[in-house]
């Protein structure tokens, strides 16, 4: 259990939200999916609530339902039971508002798209003039370092960058909560790191609400403001970690050193492993 | 083309030339023989290859009496002169084009339609797929017939048969090719709760343009051969098949391979100019890769 100390560390920013508003709350959420042989229980009675600004991240291992239930929240999936809301609104509301901006694990730009149309894609859909498109799509990658590359085609970046590119074309309608399912999975740990080290900074500037899935401990400790560690078969929450009180909300990479970065971790790796049944 | 290229392509050329030559001399000899024998003379195996090479009515015209009526043809007379191939080649291009255009609009419809809806598949790729194992050369005089009847004549029927050629190739390869885009990217459309004409035109359609143009290749090289096809039952006296019914009713083969090598000229135009088409609206010439 982590210690109540106060964070000894940099400026904490002062709560500005008295009383936090709930982005996303779940409850009692259940998927099952059915198979030929055997029915598949990808989540069971799962409860969240996410507050604005949160940035959370969901941890497990694989087959642990941490993708399906961003899904359900995304309404790319359809849960057998229980409750979702999205602002307030059932997740096919929120969907057709658009009031997520989805990333997802692998770029999914269009490569007959420059990367700057990539970004103005969403933008399209929703019948913005196109000088305000390509205003918008400038700024997004601007805010992810891209700047220049607009006129590139997909196939001519690196993974990091195609990466970075889909962020900016899930923030170009300027969505209030952001929706990412191992966006740098397939990275290396270097760019993993860099792009960390963005992404924490673009959350601190933009304040957005973040829902963040991932294998790794060190990126959701590193990220998050609190941490969902699922384990699978049935899908469920083990443990919900607050990293906000023990770490500073202005994060650098050396923050990992700190021995409050290796409490939570060694946390984390706790309730994975109490997850993990090793008869399979 | 870089001087990396020159040289296989032209030891390729050369290659084909021998061969044509050798099969010229091979094919003619008997007849050749024939009338030397006839003649009386004595004669040399010089004079036997001389003869082969040189025939009036050969079984196998070599390329320089190829070149030589084409030239002779296309420079002997006005574009208009019905002596002139390129008269009859552009007769058959009209024909074709319009069979291919009539073919493109029939091929991605019938693709959009099966794509769109699923019980358009199981009701109607069967008769596409039929449609292909009735021998052209068995349903062109059918359809001349018939459209006769109704009063179409000329350019419609042979641009029909045309189009019955190209259509297939288009369908099935559009069909892959709307089909062809990732989960994830539709995903990613449903979460802009995208209309599905909008993840049609924006997402389906663009993704399908390599595939498209793969199909396209193929189609306008059918729609050639569509076209050549329903020339011969018209009994037209225009068009590359008609040049070729009119060679081989009379013997002169070298009109008939005259006709032949303007045939595959025209093809090989049509399949580089869609591939400069395709150059140019799919950007970076991936292809279907990703």
């Known amino acids: 259990m982590p210690a109540a100390q106060p964070a000894p560390l940099t400026l904490v920013p002062p709560a500005a939200d008295a009383a936090p508003r709930t982005i996303v709350d779940v409850r009692n959420l259940t998927l099952t999916y059915q198979t030929a042989d055997h029915p598949v229980y990808a989540l069971s009675d799962v409860s969240l609530s996410i507050s604005k600004g949160d940035f959370i991240s969901l941890i497990g291992p694989s087959g642990c339902g941490k993708t399906t239930l961003m899904r359900v929240v995304a309404d790319l999936e359809q849960p057998t039971s229980g409750e979702v809301t999205v602002n307030g609104m059932t997740p096919e509301q929120a969907r057709l508002k658009r009031a997520y901006g989805y990333v997802f694990q692998a770029p999914a730009l269009y490569p007959w798209r420059t990367v700057e149309r990539n970004v103005m894609l969403p933008l399209e859909i929703m019948g913005l003039p196109r000088a305000e498109r390509q205003q918008r799509a400038r700024e997004q990658l601007d805010l992810v370092g891209l700047s220049g590359f607009e006129r590139k085609f997909p196939w001519q970046l690196s993974g990091g960058m195609q990466q970075r590119v889909s962020i900016a074309r899930a923030l170009a309608f300027n969505p209030d909560l952001l929706l990412m399912d191992e966006p740098f999975g397939a990275l290396d740990e270097i760019t993993r790191d860099h792009l960390n080290l963005q992404l924490t900074r673009l959350w601190l500037g933009t304040r957005k609400t973040c829902i963040f899935v991932t294998h790794s401990i060190a990126e959701a400790v590193f990220l998050s403001t609190r941490i969902v560690v699922m384990s699978p078969r049935p899908g469920r929450i083990l443990d919900v970690i607050d990293c906000d009180r023990d770490l500073p909300r202005e994060r650098t990479l050396d923050i990992r050193e700190s021995p409050e970065f290796q409490r939570i971790a060694h946390r984390v790796r706790e309730g994975l492993m109490e997850g993990h049944s090793y008869d399979d | ?290």
């Open chain 2, 1 to 290: 083309m870089t001087t990396k290229h020159t040289l296989p392509v032209a030891v390729m050329a050369l290659a084909v030339l021998v061969l044509w030559y050798a099969g010229a001399i091979w094919l003619n000899a008997p007849m050749a023989t024939d009338a030397l024998n006839r003649a009386g003379h004595d004669w040399t195996t010089a004079d036997l290859i001389r003869a082969t090479l040189a025939m009036k009515r050969p079984i196998l015209p070599t390329p320089d009496q190829v070149a030589l009526d084409l030239y002779n043809s296309l420079t002997g007379y006005p574009v208009t002169s019905i002596r002139n191939l390129l008269y009859h080649t552009g007769v058959t291009a009209g024909a074709a084009l319009a069979g291919f255009g009539m073919g493109v609009v029939l091929g991605v419809a019938l693709a959009a339609g099966i794509v769109q809806a699923r019980t358009l598949e199981s009701s109607l790729l069967p008769w596409v797929i039929a449609s292909q194992t009735v021998p052209i050369l068995a349903i062109a005089p059918m359809i001349v017939v018939i459209l006769g009847n109704l009063g179409f004549t000329g350019l419609l029927p042979k641009a029909i048969i045309a189009m019955y050629l190209c259509f297939f190739p288009i369908t099935i390869g559009m069909v892959k090719g709307l089909r062809s885009a990732d989960p994830l990217t539709l995903d990613l459309m449903r979460t802009y709760s995208a209309g599905s004409a909008q993840t049609f035109r924006l997402l389906r359609l663009p993704a399908s343009l390599p595939y498209l143009f793969t199909s396209l290749k193929i189609a306008v090289a059918a729609s050639v051969v569509g076209a050549i096809v329903a020339e011969l039952p018209t009994g037209g006296q225009a068009g590359l098949g008609a040049r070729l019914l009119s060679g081989s009713y009379y013997g002169q083969t070298v009109q008939i391979w005259s006709a032949l090598v303007m045939a595959a000229l025209l093809s090989v135009t049509l399949v580089a100019a869609v591939s400069l088409a395709e150059r140019a609206l799919v950007p970076g010439g991936q292809g279907g890769a990703r």
